[in-house]
């Protein structure tokens, strides 16, 4: 027994000595390490799929000017599949190789332009961000919805444009610095605007709400956004931010909003558009407070 009671107490004393700082930079270090596992058998996972690997693709397609397909429907694509490849990849493939009357939007293929804003499998998602490896087969490509449809996956975005440029998308001030300064905004203003800032007008949002579904006259959430990033930047002059209050408060204007957070959960940029919407409504109500 002598001989192991120093050893109980040794590991007794060892264990002790741990401090908690220690236990969580290890735990850390387990975390970190269980991550880039994971990470490594996804990448393994996608590059066991070879270049005879391809991906099944629906894609609804309608042409009102061609006879014989005015009526709607799915045509089937089996595209080649190539690590990294797009649903925008994979639909300029299908329309390079298989049918080259396959219409649709892009532009630069970044997530910058928004013009590849598509319906795919049930959900808003830009196809040049899209990864094919991320989906479930069959890949289920649509138009917009809540928009009309011109041909196959292009919708017309005129009334999107309209609802935009309603709320006077652009910068407006009272006075101008002199001619050798700049505009300045102070660093937590500029933190407060730069969410809105980043829309790139591609209607995911838009087509998500089920109020804009519903009435044609909704500002929408891009709209109202766009407001926001200027009712909200100290540059703009106080009559312009009060002339844009007006135009949000009115009856198709931020009340509409049902705080569904469709919007915010669709949009490419992460913005929260149904954080910004309700903020402008407290604005519109502080706007209308009277204390005499």
Known sequence: MSTQVPEQVEDESSAESVSPGKQKRDAKKRE?????????????????????????????????????????RFDDF??????????????????????????????????ICGSDALFVNGSQRLGCKTQLSDLSEPVRVEPLPHADVVKDLVVDMEHFYDQMEAVEPYFQTNSLPAEDEEQRQTR???????????????????????????????????????????????????????????????????WRCQTQFSCTEVCPKDIPLTEHIQELKREAIKNNLKFW
Not at 80 to 108: E, I, N
Not at 205 to 230: H, Q, T, V
């Open 188 to 254: 937590e203003n500029r933190e407060k605007v730069k969410m809105s800032t980043r829309c790139i007008w591609c209607s995911a949002c838009m087509s998500s709400c089920n109020i804009a579904a519903g009435d044609n006259e909704y500002l929408g959430p891009a709209a109202i956004n766009k407001a926001y990033r200027f009712a909200m930047d100290e540059r703009e002059g106080e009559d312009m931010k009060q002339r844009r209050l007006e135009i949000l408060e009115q009856e198709h204007g931020v």
């Open 78 to 111: 089996y595209v080649p599949y190539k690590q990294g490849m797009t649903v925008l990849d994979a639909l300029m493939w299908a329309r390079d190789h298989y049918d080259s009357s396959l219409t649709f939007r892009h532009s630069c293929r970044q997530a």
């Open 32 to 72: 970190r390490a269980e991550r880039l596992q994971e990470q490594r058998e996804a990448e393994a996972a996608e590059k066991a799929r070879t270049a005879d690997d391809t991906y099944h693709l629906k894609v609804f397609r309608y042409d009102p000017e061609v006879e014989g397909k005015q009526e709607p």
